[in-house]
Each structure stands twice: as C-alpha cells, then as structure tokens.
C-alpha cells in the first residue's frame, strides 16, 4: 500500500513538472532534447526550480497542498483521550498532561517515538522524508486520487 502511494505521487510529480536539459536551459516535454539530443534530463517544476528526481517535487507539492501533522500536539491530545484530565498530588489538583511533561520529560519522548512508529507502522501517517515530517495517509491519498484518479 505505501509503495503504491510512493508510485502515485511519482505520476503526481511527473505531471506537474516539464522534462528539462540544463545544459540548453530548455525545456524537452518530449523526454529528449531537441537541441543536443540528451535524455539525461532535469524535471522543471515552474515557479519553485529544476533538479534531477521527484522526491523534490513530492515535497513541494505535499507542503503546499497538505499540512504537515503536528506530532507534539497529535501525541497530546491522545495521550489527553487516556487518562484524566486532572491528577490530584497532595491537596492540588493538576492538569495531568503537564505533570507528566514536567516530572519526565524524557520518558515523554520516549512514549511519543513509540507512539509516532506504531501510527506509522498502521498506516495513519505516511513520511516521505524518513520521519522527518509526517503526512496524514488519507489526506495524501485524496490528493493523489483527486489529481491523477
Ligand atoms: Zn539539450
């Protein structure tokens, strides 16, 4: 499933980028050169540049068709959907979330890398980057099949 999403939003990229020889500075839609005959092409996306692949383009197109999912937040909120939203400690009644950032911050962390291979791991978010930004799958897949069907 996720090569599958990997092969579309190649065609995706594809589409919305012109094959381009850098050493005529033209563009060669037809996937050689007219002038020096090269297939050794750049791909052109217009407005942002040229560069050999398409994981460029890939990144381009899911920044500023999709927003980015905030993990921090994401994790927060789950973690809120768990336990009580209050902690009493003594005679104070804390907000539990906080409690736990603040005592163990980095046993924190820990549970959200766990937390963000596992919703990787099914399938709820996708990275195109190795885990340095994360996707919404459903989100990307609408994208692709509003674009390429
Ligand atoms: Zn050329």
Same mark, same amino acid.
């Given at each position: 499933m996720n090569h599958e999403i990997h092969e579309q939003l190649k065609q #995706?990229? #594809?589409?919305?980028?012109i094959p381009f020889c850098y050493s005529c500075y033209k563009e060669a839609p037809q996937g050689r050169c007219h002038?020096?005959?090269s297939d050794d092409l750049m791909r052109l996306l217009p %407005?942002? %540049?040229c560069e050999y692949g398409t994981d460029w383009i890939v990144k381009s197109i899911l920044e500023s068709e999709l927003t980015a999912v905030d993990l921090d937040e994401e994790f927060e909120e789950y973690v809120r959907q768990c336990y009580p939203e209050t902690t009493q400690v003594g005679w104070m009644? #804390?907000?539990t979330v906080s409690v736990m950032k603040d005592q163990d911050p980095v046993s924190w962390r820990c549970a959200q890398s766990e937390w963000e291979s596992q919703e990787a791991?099914? %399938?709820?978010?996708?990275s195109f980057d190795n885990g340095a930004s994360y996707y919404r799958l459903d989100e990307v897949?609408?994208?692709?099949?509003?674009e390429i069907g």
């Open positions: #995706l990229a #594809l589409k919305h980028s002038d020096c005959g %407005g942002d %540049g009644s #804390l907000d791991d099914e %399938g709820t978010i996708i897949e609408s994208l692709t099949e509003s």
